[in-house]
Structure formats: C-alpha cells, structure tokens
C-alpha cells in the first residue's frame, strides 16, 4: 500500500473511504482507451469483488492458523464464507503471465460454481466484460491492471466495511456520473434515498423491500437507519430487473458487512418473486425508485393480476408508473406496512386512467404525505419527481387528510446539477414530521378539499405561493430613475477618487 493511503488509515472514515476510492478509481486509467468509460464499471467492479474475496479467504486463514496452527483445519471450506477452489485466488492469477484475460474469466466462473448460494452469476453477469478479448486487453495492460489492484489489501481487517461500503459507493457513483444515458435507473442521489428511509423509518426486525433496488442504495440506507446490521440479517430483499446491476446491488450489500440478504433477477411487474404460499410476500418496508413512464410494462397480465396488484385500477401499456405504486402497496404488510416512492409528478395529475387510479387511492386511506421535490436533482432526467409515502395504519390525527409538501425550492444549486444536501432533506422531513401549515412549504389537506379539486394531487394546488405585492407604473419609473442617480452619482465618486489618487488622468 502506498505511504499516503497509510496515513489515512487512521483519519475519519470519509477522508479514508476517498482514498481507497481514488485507488479503485485509478484502475480505469489503466484501462482508458480500448475500454470506453461506459464500460469501465464491468470490468472494475467485478476484479475489485475477486480481489475482496480473496483477501477475505486469507484473513480467515491466517486467523484459524494463529489459533490453531492447523493448515488442513484452516483450509476446511465450512470455515470460510467464500470457497476458492484451487488455482482460483488472487495469488494464483499474479502469476500468470500469458493469457490472464483467459485465466480472470476461468477463475471467476470456478468461484461461482463454488459458491451457488451466495455467488451464482455474480461475476458473469457483466456480460459485456470481453476479457479474453487481447484486441482489446492486452496480457501487459491486464498485468498493470492486477498489479496496480495488488498494491492494496481489501479485507475486513484492511478496512471496516463502512470504509469499504462508502468507497464503492463512491465508485457506484462515478460510473454513474460517467453514463448519464442509463444512469438515473442505476443510480440514486445518496441525500434522496435518506428522504425515503427517514420516513419509513424501520426498526430492528422489520423486513425492507426494494422493487426496483438497482445498485441496493436503498436497502444498505436502511440497514444503516437501523444502526445494526445483525438485528438486518434476513430482513433485506430486492429484485432488480437489470443482471448486471443486481449483481453490483448483491456486491454492495456483502461489501458493506451483510451477510443474509434476498436480491433476485426479473421484471417486477410481470414476474414478481417473493412469495408467501400462492400470495405476494409482505414487507414492512417498501421503497424504491423505478424506472420513470416505463413503456410495454405488462398491463395485459396487471389488468387481471393474479396477485391482486391492481388494487385501484390499471394503467395504460405506456406509462407504468401508477403500476409500480400498486405492486407496492399490495406487499405492504397490513398492519405496520409502509411504503415511499419516487414517481414523477404528472402521476399527481394526469387524467384519463390515472385520474380513476388516483381517486381510489385517495379513498383508500393510505395517502399520508406527498413531496414535490424539485427539477433537476436526478440523473439523465429533466422530469421533475415526487415522493408519495403511503401507510396501512395511520396514526388517528392523520385519518382523512393528507401532508403536502413543496419541496421544490428546497435544494442546492450546483454547476452540473442541482442537489439536496443532508440540511435540505433535514428540512423537509420536519415539514413531515412537524405535521402542520406552514406558509409555502406544507399543507394539511382534508380529503373533502382534494374531493372538492376532483382528485388531482399536485402539490402546487394546495400550498400557495405568497403573491407578492404589484407596483403602480409611477412607482416603478420612480425607484428606475432613483436607482439611476444613484449608480451615476457612485460613477462621479470613484472617478474623483481615481483622479485624486493619479490613477486617472482628466484630458
């Protein structure tokens, strides 16, 4: 390891996380050229997660050898979480010399066959990794490549896996900032995510569920809401439609410390995959982010839904949001069951279908709060997005009325993007939380309002904006003309000033 990653060792775990990051990253200068940036994270990530199990291999090794001294009990594959089958570890690949394209893609597919009930498809799922391909990767540039990812160690005792975790996430986010085409499906804005678990807030023991979980941002937030991940153990599922990215989702979790987790491969909405019996399966805690007005989702089989999904009525084939919200709620479980969506805002008050699938979701009873965030604070998107936080038990001072809230001038600007930052988010939830009018940011609104604006849920119906007073035409020509003396005046100041000083000279 470098002298000035040593040094960080000891500093806060964000300064560290950064520095182990700006190695990892570093991988992809290795790889610029024949790889484009799109594909960078096919190729680092899954040599990162080869690296970390074997690391991980050697540090339960090394700690039965110091209690035992015993080789043949150290080696025993029930004592390891991952089994490396021989020629198969990091050691065994630095040695290789000609062909390693051939022998990264032999190792990794062993170790899966290895592992079926924690590792099956985790490697190959990045499909679009050609490491055989010396056209494209050399045996000299995967050779720098090993070396370069050799100079540091990722095993628990090298990092925690808060470091670890965080590290990647950063990773996650790069490789997301370098593909704006796909990214707002891979990824989601880290303070967003907090939005949605600060609401749900789960406790210890309650299930979390993620429909669409991407690369899990959603589920590692909520182990970290419930502060301790053993009490999380068994209680996390996801389902992500994308191979790849359910592999990446599977990663994250074993990279930040989980060790019992459900993520499984598929279309949600037309083959969900969690089940109680012939029923869905329940969750305490439903969130996600889907992909926004997915088109030819489904809504042939969602129109008589064997899993009675279709609560409140179906969608057209071209948008599928309304769809997603209603998977949703029906695996909500019926007492403590919660669940928050970010959707975009024309579900708040598109017609025609929607129209009917929103009055009956008000009738429901489950609407709590409903959040316009605002334009600009996701990827690849100008949409702008909400947040609709649904409850099967309200608490009795919320019966009948729903929270609105307009968070739309809650963010921080930035060059390439508007953000929330933790304030942002922190002010939002105390609109929540606090539960009452505030002027242009929150509104209780009894359902008879909504009933009486014929269902529509755009935030901007309810909170008003405080029109600001107008000014008479005189008065507006008289503060132009004020305001214009003044600046002439100033002029007259600073060049008498100058003239005075010998830096102007009067012709």
Known sequence: ??????KTLSMFTETTSQQLFTHLYEA????????????????????????????????????????????????????????????????????????????????????????????????SSFDDAKWTDKTKLTDSRLKDLIEHMSKIKVGNKNYSSDVMGDSYEYLIKKFADLSKRNAGEFYTPREIVKLLIMLLSPQENE????????????????????????????KIYGQENNLATSSIARMNLFLHGANDFHITQGDTLRNPQFFEGARLQTFDCVVANPPFALRNWGAEIFSTDIYGRNLWGCPSESNGDFAWLQHMAASMSPVKGRCAVILPQGVLFRGGRDGEIRRNLVESGKLECIISLAGGVFYSTGVSACVIFLRNTKAESHHGRVCMIDASGIFTPQRAQNIMTEDDVKKVFSLYENYRDVPELCRIVPFSEIRGKNYTLAVNNYVAKVEEASLMPDEIRRNYFDAFDSAMSAENVMKELLTEGGYLHED
């Open 1 to 6: 390891m470098h002298s000035h990653q040593d």
């Open 28 to 123: 992809c200068n290795i790889l610029r050229g024949p790889v484009n940036q799109d594909e960078y994270k096919s190729y680092v990530i899954p040599i990162l997660f080869f690296k970390r199990v074997s690391d991980v291999y050697d540090e339960e090794t090394q700690s039965l050898l110091d209690l035992t001294g015993d080789k043949e009990f150290a080696a025993l594959p029930e004592n390891h979480r991952f089994r490396i089958p021989d020629g198969c570890h990091w050691d065994d690949l630095r040695n290789v010399t000609t062909d390693i394209g051939k022998s990264i893609a032999a190792a990794m597919t062993e170790i899966e066959r290895e592992n079926p009930e924690t590792l099956r498809g985790i490697f």
């Open 207 to 234: 299930t979390v569920y993620d429909p669409a979980c991407g690369t899990g941002g959603m589920l590692i937030e909520a182990i970290h809401h419930i502060r301790n991940i053993t009490s999380a153990y068994g």
